[in-house]
């Protein structure tokens, strides 16, 4: 149907005449941002828009007595764009399905103490079950909720030597709920297979838990191996943040994270 296709553009037209993102502040961010420095210029005028979208679509707040500037909000805009970059276009895409179960996300400027339940791994790391616990957390992810997530993790930087980046990771999670359960396994595309996904990761997972128990130094951050769930979400910041080193300690993984977030940043573009 062409006239719904036009009706649709014009309204995304329209919502990014009002929403876009100043020049001056989006060059602020290119040279701020090594994550935007992979895509071509083409892609990054439909990384500015996908950004703008989620601006509007989206709210980011933050908790009482801390000021979240325009300067942060198309921060962390950005990196969501970037994140769903491979999943959606831009420009014509309405549905926003992949960020479908949250409507905003809250600033906290630090880490905040917490009480809620934790996934701990059962039947071999298949699966989770919830219990509760009482933790320091950089971030936070409801089934239905905001994203809670801490500036100060959440500055950009070049590259870490452990990447910690909490916006991918808590947005990881949200993924990983549309699909019911949280468990480290998010709804697969077409083209993707489940079995290739659980080798990949289960072996990878149990690859990771041996280091740790035999006290060798773990392939990525350790906090991976706290059970499936933590294990996709920290991949996930590896995928955006340290591709090389995902593909070099668990390449398989970073297959499946290439398929699933449709970009593979190892191939030339
Ligand atoms: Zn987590």
Redesign the pocket.
């Known amino acids: 149907m062409a006239w719904l296709q036009k009706v649709k553009r014009a309204y995304i037209r329209h919502g990014l005449q009002n929403y876009k993102i100043p020049a001056a502040l989006w060059q602020e961010i290119e040279s701020e941002m090594p994550l935007l420095a992979r895509y071509t210029p083409h892609q990054k005028i439909q990384l500015r828009i996908l950004a703008s979208r989620i601006l509007r679509k989206k709210r980011i707040s933050a908790v009482k007595g801390f000021q979240v500037t325009d300067h942060m909000r198309i921060i962390i805009a950005t990196q969501t764009a970037i994140m769903l970059f491979g999943l959606m276009d831009a420009e014509q895409d309405l549905s926003f399905d992949w960020v479908g179960n949250w409507h905003e996300i809250i600033v906290y400027p630090y880490a905040y103490r917490a009480h809620h339940n934790q996934v701990q791994p059962i039947l071999g790391g298949l699966l989770g079950v919830e219990t509760p616990t009482d933790v320091i957390e950089a ?3 409801f089934y239905q909720g905001p994203v809670i997530i801490n500036w100060n993790s959440d500055a950009p930087h070049p590259l870490r030597p452990q990447a910690n980046q909490v916006l991918l ?2 947005l ?2 949200k993924m990983d709920m549309l699909n019911g359960d949280i468990n480290g396994y998010p709804p697969l595309h077409h083209n993707m297979n489940s079995k290739d996904w659980y080798e990949a990761f289960e072996t990878a997972y149990n690859l990771l838990n041996r280091q740790i128990s035999k006290r060798r130094k773990p392939a990525i951050n350790p ?1 991976a191996a ?1 059970n499936p ?2 294990f996709f ?2 991949c996930t910041e590896y995928f955006f943040e340290a591709p090389e080193h995902l593909n070099k300690v668990f390449p398989a993984v970073y297959r499946q994270l290439s398929l699933f977030y449709n970009q593979d940043f190892l191939r030339a573009v």
């Open positions: 971030g936070k992810t990771h808590e990881a999670h906090y706290t769930a933590e979400a920290v």
